[in-house]
């Protein structure tokens, strides 16, 4: 079955860090872009950091800028995002989602160009 697969989430104390893991089922990543999406109930999904087939060319919203580092192993069919300095407001379900053909120079990629999304993992974080 063709999928992907969201992990590591849990609850974090504010000024800790947590990775998270995003692996795919039933096909290979190396073609794949991957974006990393977070969602808090009652507002719209909003993009957290992308990152290119490669892995040679990552983005983020400047508001996720030094906090969050996304990255990736093809040879583990694997794209992480790790997580620093947690807050409370980045208390969200956590989302990856790949696409093909994705070549962005920012961040930002329409949601409805990726191909394939995880079910989300839960992000807490609280004192």
């Known amino acids: 079955q063709l999928g992907l697969v969201e992990s590591g989430g849990g609850s974090v104390q504010p000024g800790g860090s947590l990775r998270l893991s995003c692996a795919a089922s039933?096909?290979?990543?190396?073609?794949?872009?991957i974006g990393w999406f977070r969602q808090v109930p009652g507002k719209e999904r909003e993009g957290v950091s992308y990152?290119?087939?490669?892995?040679?060319?990552?983005y983020y919203p400047d508001s996720k800028k030094g906090r969050f580092t996304i990255s990736r192993d093809n040879a583990k069919n694997t794209v992480y995002l790790q997580m620093l300095s947690a807050k409370p407001e980045d208390t969200a379900v956590y989302y990856c989602?790949?696409?093909?053909?994705?070549?962005?120079?920012?961040?930002?990629?329409?949601?409805?160009?990726?191909?394939?999304w995880g079910q989300g993992t839960q992000v807490t974080v609280s004192s």
């Open positions: 989602a790949a696409g093909t053909g994705l070549y962005a120079s920012s961040w930002y990629v329409p949601q409805e160009e990726y191909e394939y």
């Open positions: 039933g096909f290979s990543l190396d073609s794949y872009a």
């Open positions: 990152i290119s087939s490669s892995g040679k060319n990552s």
